[in-house]
């Protein structure tokens, strides 16, 4: 497969790109800043746009087979997380929107947490499930990741398990841990798995040893109800009717799309 990878200089995109070639396919990262290239592994394909400036991707590759999303917009508050967390997603599967490709989208655990001070402030989760809604209303095959703290693993944590629901909220390291290197192998194995296909699941690591073949795992997993536009399982604590009408609105115009095709 060739695979876009979008945020692919960032801490999650850099392991997703040496798993990719690990994996036998071939990635296409994309950049922002020319002087992280030096962080790819040498001979990568590089594509360089601002997910945040559409005008930059109109040139994107056109065959494209399959793109992982690991954006984050890294502290810029309110603003950086509307134009990246959402809007990076928004504008690439806007360019994509006639293309058969496979998407895999990492989020985060907690995200359908609304009320602490944090969201409040930076509205990170809003806009980051916002944009797994957009996935889902895309029509395009998918898998959505919410990973746990970044290696915060103890040395024998290494056995990945997937939930549903969200339900995990303390905003701390006892909602979930898992390696960055799991998160980089379950974004690229989800998509060439029909087991993974449309689902959603939060991604930690807990005592034992690590496991080669996730297909069990994947398929232990409910499918995401089409009619809900949310994780299978997820509180209904973001009504669609009370969201801005720009987002009602954008989120429809992915909805008659796919309904079109």
Known sequence: ????????????????VNTVIEMGHQPVALVRNKRKVKLLPRGTDVFYGDVSMPETL??????????????????????????????GVRNILRICKDAPVRISLM????????????????????????AERL??????????????????????????VMLQGDRRHTGTTEDGVISREQIAQVLVSALTSDEAKNKTFELVA?????????????????????????????????PFSEEPECIINELNLFSKHVKSI
Do not use: C
């Open 58 to 87: 109109t040139d994107l590759p056109k065959n494209i087979d399959a793109i992982i999303f690991t954006l984050g917009s890294d502290g810029q508050g309110r603003i950086g997380a509307r134009a990246i967390d959402y809007g």
């Open 206 to 238: 807990e005592q034992g040893e690590a496991q080669q073949d996730l297909t069990l795992l994947f398929a232990d997993l409910q499918t995401d109800n089409p009619e809900k536009n949310d994780g299978v399982l997820d509180l209904n604590n973001m």
């Open 135 to 160: 996935v889902r209303a895309s029509g395009h095959p998918y898998t959505i990741v919410r990973p746990g703290w970044f290696d915060y693993n103890n040395d024998d944590e290494h056995r990945i």
């Open 107 to 130: 989020t985060t655990i907690g995200v359908t947490e609304r009320l602490s001070t944090w969201n409040q402030r930076t509205e990170v989760h809003d806009w980051k499930r916002r």
């Open 1 to 16: 497969m060739k695979i876009l990878v979008a945020g692919a200089t960032g801490s999650i995109g850099v392991h997703v």
